[in-house]
């Protein structure tokens, strides 16, 4: 009995696949090389229960086809994380629209074709930004709950990256409703969804602490380099939540039939990057002299025209308290200071 963790060496990934694997969950991870195979077997001390799969391109619909023409019947379970997060592209719709798709049409198509019968769960990672587009998100009369879409159309959504990204986890979603919809007799599986806020939280091995971190941490690792007022992400904010409750909530949506047919919304509060840069200097004095103040305390104020949200639905399903902003900025501020003091 195995589940299939798609992106195995991504920043909320690899949480999930330590948590499965302490579970004594047997994990197959896809990452796209065999050296990130290599890595990713020496970071968990080449754990037996763990078997890496080379995944190269999800944006090709046949890519999955080989890991469920060999390990079909043994999976279980598919946790659907990988997809492009980033956002500089010159070409948004082969770069994050096209991958998002397509990527969980091959996951579910893989299923369908060679583990109907075995495969009783999927978990797919959406996202906030399916739920809300950017412009939704400028209005404050915008209130995001488990029913909510993202308004962008594949066409309009092509204006610039970040449009374009959270558009793609709309896309990327639906088609998987849309797909279970249509093939309801042919497989087995129940389907539930996962949709975090930004992510924080400390990366699973110290590797992850790089110059240029994953998109959503490096918000906080840009604020922590920061010199000059110039140096920080002033414009970012949004709902937030931490990368282990992001990992438990994943196994809890495997595990637990209560989340099957959900959108879970994960998210703890909204933050500011004011708020961020008032923690650091309040938790790590001798850091924050290097790091300009900004305007303390006036972060939640930036927050007052723009949309909200409303997840008790989610809270309710999943049952156990988040991480607040102080916890996952604290954790990911000393992870990043620890590494960079040993360089
Ligand atoms: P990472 O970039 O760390 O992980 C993304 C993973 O997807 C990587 O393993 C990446 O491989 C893989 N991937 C991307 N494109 C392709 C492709 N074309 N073919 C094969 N693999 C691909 O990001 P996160 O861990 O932050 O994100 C994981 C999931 O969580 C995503 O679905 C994201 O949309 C979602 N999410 C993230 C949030 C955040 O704030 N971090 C918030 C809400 C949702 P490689 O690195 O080798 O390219």
Known sequence: NAILVSGADGFIALHIVNDLLQKGYTVIGSVRNPEEAALLMKDFNNNPKLIPVVVEDISKLNSFDHVFQEYGSQIKGVLHVASPVHFESSDVVNDLLIPALNGTTAVLNAIKEYAPQSVEKVVITSSFAGFVSPKQMADKNTVVTEDSWNDSTWENCQSDPISAYCASKKFAEKAAWDFLEKYKSEVKFELAVISPG??????????????????????????????????????????????????????????????????????????????????????????????????????????????????????????????????????????????????
């Open 198 to 343: 930004w992510v924080f939280g400390p990366q699973l091995f110290s590797r992850g602490v790089k110059p240029v971190m994953n998109v959503s941490c490096e918000i906080i690792n840009k604020i922590v380099h920061a010199r000059s007022i110039d140096d920080v992400p002033f414009e970012m904010m949004g709902p937030y939540i931490d990368v282990r409750d992001t990992a438990k909530a994943h196994i809890f949506a495997l595990e637990n039939d209560s989340c099957n047919g959900h959108r879970l919304i994960l998210n703890e509060g909204f933050f500011t990057a004011q708020e961020i840069l008032d923690i650091v200097h309040n938790d790590f004095p001798e850091v924050g002299k290097d790091i300009p103040m900004g305007n303390p305390g006036t972060g939640k104020k930036l927050l007052e025209e723009r949309f909200t949200a409303d997840n008790s639905k989610t809270r309710k399903i999943l049952g156990f308290p988040f991480r607040d902003l102080k916890e996952t900025v604290d954790d990911t501020v000393a992870q990043i200071i620890e590494v960079n003091g040993k360089k």
